[in-house]
Nanobody
Framework: QLQAFGGGLVQAGGSLRLSCAAS????????MYWFRQAPGKEREFVAG????????YYADSVKGRFTISRDNAKNTVYLQMNSLKPEDTAVYYC????????????????WGQGTQVTVSS
């Protein structure tokens, strides 16, 4: 089970940090991801991080502004969002799947509820 929180309203240029807490089986290594969905648009990939925390991947639209990280002791993944733009406005979702070479960036078996991020101009 995944639970995301930390969304809110922020002005353009501001920052927010999202968190996603995972519960359930702790004997499996999971890769974690963030996705977002803006009104009237399809859900899109934002960032991913492997179990070790050493490998990350970002969508071009957020590269250099967003940072994904994780704390495995707390079963939590974070998304630090800086230099926010109005086009970052969306519902943000966290997702997870087993951390394997075949599933990394391809499979997302588990999803949390979304948290709304609104960036005003």
């Amino acid at each position: 089970q995944l639970q995301a929180f930390g969304g809110g309203l922020v002005q353009a240029g501001g920052s927010l940090r999202l968190s996603c807490a995972a519960s359930g089986r702790t004997d499996i290594s999971y890769a974690m991801y963030w996705f977002r969905q803006a009104p009237g648009k399809e859900r899109e990939f934002v960032a991913g991080i492997r179990w070790s925390g050493h490998s990350t991947y970002y969508a071009d639209s957020v590269k250099g502004r967003f940072t994904i990280s994780r704390d495995n002791a707390k079963n939590t993944v974070y998304l630090q969002m800086n230099s926010l733009k109005p086009e970052d406005t969306a519902v943000y979702y966290c997702a997870a799947d087993r951390d394997t070479s075949s599933s990394w960036l391809r499979q997302y078996a588990y999803w949390g509820q979304g948290t709304q991020v609104t960036v005003s101009s």
